[in-house]
């Protein structure tokens, strides 16, 4: 399925867990949180999306930010998990994962009633 195939609501009720996920990978910047996560086939993630995500975030203290001068260009802001970030996305992504096997279960018989009516 394409990206442009998954509903909004979908994309943003999973938008937390997959920063979290994309930041474990080492610290990122927003433009660069977006095109991760449309290569993992979520779409267009709007700045204006994300960057209340990451304010919320950085509120509670899961991510923390740093300036870094650009390469001839402006600085970028970017963003790092805390330790306590770190255990939020692996505490998340278990609630997550455990989520989706439910809802899958639930999509599964559908299919099954589909197929059996």
Not at 73 to 96: C, E, N
Request: glycine share 12%; with cysteine.
């Amino acid at each position: 399925m394409s990206s442009e195939q998954w509903p909004r609501e979908w994309v943003r009720a999973a938008l937390e867990v997959c920063v979290l996920r994309a930041l474990l990978d080492g610290p990122s910047y927003g433009y660069a949180i977006t095109r991760h996560l449309a290569a993992a086939s979520l779409g267009d993630v709007k700045g204006g999306t994300l960057y209340p995500l990451l304010g919320r975030l950085e509120q509670a203290g899961h991510v923390e930010v740093e300036w870094r001068p650009g390469d001839g260009g402006p600085g970028r802001k970017y963003f790092s998990l805390t330790d306590q970030g770190r255990t939020h996305a692996r505490s998340l992504a278990d609630r997550w994962a455990a989520f989706t096997a439910t809802t899958r279960e639930l999509t599964d018989g559908a299919l099954a009633y589909e197929e059996s009516n």
